[in-house]
């Protein structure tokens, strides 16, 4: 009688124990009795090894000779179920017959995950290897399913059943992470695509499918690899297509939006090779606010592999405001160029006084070509975010008093003196060889702000400004699925900021404005520049009645009442009404300084001058609300005038014949200006423009 016939009469539990079975192989008919291997063929090094691990399985759950399945898909299931309550995983392997040829699919093989070996691959110059680990080892765990017909019904039966492994199993919190059992379900895959359009990242999606579950932190039945997988199978379309729709989706937001802009260029294939656009309110901002820009370059769309550049700046209430965006092919000299051309074609030909980038060779030489008269400079804060992995690892403990002492210097006002305290700082840390601390110095003039105090930056090297503008740009920088999600991911954060800038704007207008001092000049002040920018004016004025000043031949000196030496020297001309200071902070920030402030209180000034209360820092809403266009225009007018005469003075200051011309021919314009008349109705639109 074969075991099968006893299996089917209930003998089984008599014929031996469950752990006995778990180590036999075992055969209904003398035609499956050809190997201990899944594989007909297999040879002697695919046996199992002494060294294998038996199974104990103590329940009556395991598969059994003669147990009877009505489809091989329902075999295979109960075998997955098997395999995972006891560590391992199962995969289908070697099949006999084929559907709708002769007796059809007759035998199906079942085997452990870790069955087989890796085969060598053949290298290929031509081809890159993945250089992925294989966990085969050659298990001959399997089972084998045979097709049978009972009472004219087709079924499958098992015929062959090892579990023998010659690995570790897993424990049960461990085998949920094997692929096989590892799935994401059809709703969790919509909610997956809808969360990475919106640009959140894999681990806040993660978090709310544990939380929308009720599961545990690390319990879904898959894993964050998984979602990035998904994501991007998401994306494996063809990228020609890709272009186009993004192409195509430009030019439909310009149909119905006509001050949305957008320049792209193709290469010789006719495909995209560089886009850049802007938005309507994007234009608008930097038409008031464009007057100092950082150009980050540090981001890249990994999911397409393109550079991405991002324009931002800073409005009037101290908020990042979002200029313009650029994808380039490759990081170049001629696509940076392109960028910046573009940008300013976009932006009417209107070149910011600064431009704040990233240490790249490539944009500084494009900033040169394409924007001659704006001052380059690099941004600190995009310096700062290397330091970790620059100088952590070389000064260990010392790291963090490095690090001040270069805040120190980042500071300091005198050339001379950031110089001498640098020799220093390279001495004390030892950091003569260090090429970071080379390229550091040798390109100082771009970031030490000794070097920088006569170039407006809008409060832009700041770290709260750094932090914001970050923050703005990972709102978006996640949502990669399609090209054209993307752009439409940043249009939903260009209009999410404008929304939080309007309430943040409401928030600092209705605030009562506190005044510490009861000057008429700093309440003038109040009335006239936006809660941000009086905030920072307010802090100079409580500080400059703590100064002393002194008349001299050519100006004043001004130092703390605490000081008997050095001090900053102020320039102060009553009848042109022209006040300056050496330490440069009003061309700085466009905020003036306290010595400044000093000198005007005591000649008797009551309110600051109006060219030193700037249009940009100026309590206006016209970015919020719609103002009539002959306001519009002559705020546009002036904002330019400004911004001309900052170049005037920056390029005259080279040389005195350049300062003697200027001096001269300003001199003869004024005079030419102020023979002008002035019509009633322009005081009062003056009057309103100033108010609003």
């Known amino acids: 009688m074969s075991i099968v016939s006893l299996l089917d009469l209930g003998y089984e539990k008599n014929l031996m124990s469950q752990e006995d079975r778990h180590m036999l192989v075992f055969y209904d008919y003398p035609s499956d009795q050809r190997s201990q291997s899944p594989d007909d063929t297999s040879s002697a090094d695919e046996s199992p090894h002494e060294t294998g691990i038996s199974l104990e399985h103590t329940n009556g759950d395991a598969p059994y000779i003669g147990q009877r399945f009505a489809t091989h898909d329902v075999a295979y299931e109960f075998y997955s179920d098997f395999a995972k309550r006891c560590g391992f995983s199962i995969r289908r392997h070697r099949t006999e017959g084929k559907d709708g040829v002769g007796k059809g699919l007759t035998r199906r093989y079942f085997v452990c995950h870790r069955a087989g070996n890796t085969p060598v691959k053949v290298a290929n110059e031509n081809k890159p290897q993945r250089n992925r680990k294989s966990s085969r080892c050659g298990c001959q765990a399997y089972l084998r399913i045979s097709k049978a017909i009972d009472g004219g019904l087709s079924e499958w039966r098992v015929t062959g059943f090892v579990n023998h492994h010659n690995h570790e199993l897993l424990e049960p919190n461990q085998v949920r992470f094997l692929p096989a059992y590892r799935t994401i379900s059809d709703l969790d895959k919509s909610r997956i695509f809808m969360y990475a359009k ?32 998904l994501i991007q199978s998401f994306r494996k379309v063809d990228p020609q297509e890709d272009t186009i729709d993004l192409l195509k989706m430009c030019r439909n937001i310009k149909e119905k939006d006509q001050n949305f802009r957008f320049e792209y260029t193709l290469d010789s294939e006719n495909k995209l090779e560089n886009i850049v656009w802007s938005y309507a309110s994007s234009i608008q901002a930097y038409e008031m606010f464009g007057d100092a820009v950082v150009f980050d370059t540090t981001h890249r769309l990994t999911a397409f592999d393109m550079p991405l ?37 976009i932006m009417n030909g209107k070149a910011p006084q600064t431009i704040l980038t990233d240490q790249n060779m490539c944009l500084k030489e494009a900033v040169i070509m394409e ?57 004390s840390f030892g950091l003569h060889a260090n090429r970071h601390i080379a390229n550091l110095f040798a390109s100082r003039s771009l970031w030490a702000l000794s070097f920088l105090r006569s170039h407006f930056m809008a409060g832009l090297t700041t770290a709260g400004q750094s932090k914001a503008i970050n923050a703005f740009i990972q709102r978006f920088l996640s949502a990669q699925t399609r090209l054209t999600h993307f752009v439409e991911q940043v249009a939903v954060a260009v209009d999410y900021k404008d929304q939080t800038g309007e309430h943040r704007t409401m928030q600092q207008n209705l605030q009562n404005i506190s005044l510490k001092t ?30 002393a000043s002194f008349q001299l031949e050519d100006g004043f000196l001004t130092r703390h009442h605490t000081k008997l030496e050095g001090g900053q020297k102020v320039y102060w001309d009553p009848r042109e009404v022209i006040i300056s200071c050496s330490c440069q902070q009003f061309e700085f920030s466009g905020i003036l300084c306290r010595h400044a402030l000093r000198v005007l209180s005591s000649g008797n000034c009551f309110q600051i001058p109006e060219r030193y209360l700037p249009l940009r820092w100026r309590r206006f809403n016209s970015l919020a609300t719609k103002t009539s266009s002959s306001l519009s225009d002559q705020g546009e007018k002036v904002h330019r005038l400004q ?46 423009y100033h108010r609003s």
């Open 518 to 547: 009861g000057a008429p000049m700093e309440s003038h002040a109040a009335t006239v520049l936006t809660p941000f920018a009086f905030s920072k004016l307010q802090d100079q004025i409580v500080l400059a009645a703590h100064y």
């Open 371 to 427: 924007l001659p008269t704006t001052k380059h400079a690099l941004c600190i804060w995009l310096i700062v975010a290397k330091f970790p992995s620059w100088f952590n690892a070389i000064l260990g403990e010392q790291y963090n008093e490095w690090k001040a002492e270069f805040y120190r210097l980042y500071n300091i006002e005198s050339i001379d003196e950031f110089e001498l305290g640098w020799r220093d700082m390279v001495h």
């Open 198 to 229: 919106t640009g959140i990242s894999v681990q806040q999606m993660m978090r709310l499918l544990e939380l929308e579950k009720c599961v545990e932190p690390g319990y879904l039945p898959f894993t964050e690899k998984d979602v990035r997988n």
């Open 309 to 345: 550049g991002v324009w931002v700046g800073i409005n009037n209430y101290g908020m990042p405001c979002f200029f313009g965006c650029v994808l380039l092919r490759e990081e170049s000299f001629q696509s940076l160029s392109w960028a910046l051309k573009s940008f300013l074609g």
């Open 643 to 688: 911004s001309m005469l900052s170049t005037l003075v920056t390029e005259s200051s080279k040389s005195k014949e350049r300062l003697d011309l200027a001096t001269e021919q300003v001199s003869f314009l004024l005079s030419r200006i102020r023979e002008q008349p002035v019509s009633s109705s322009q005081v009062a639109r003056n009057a309103t």
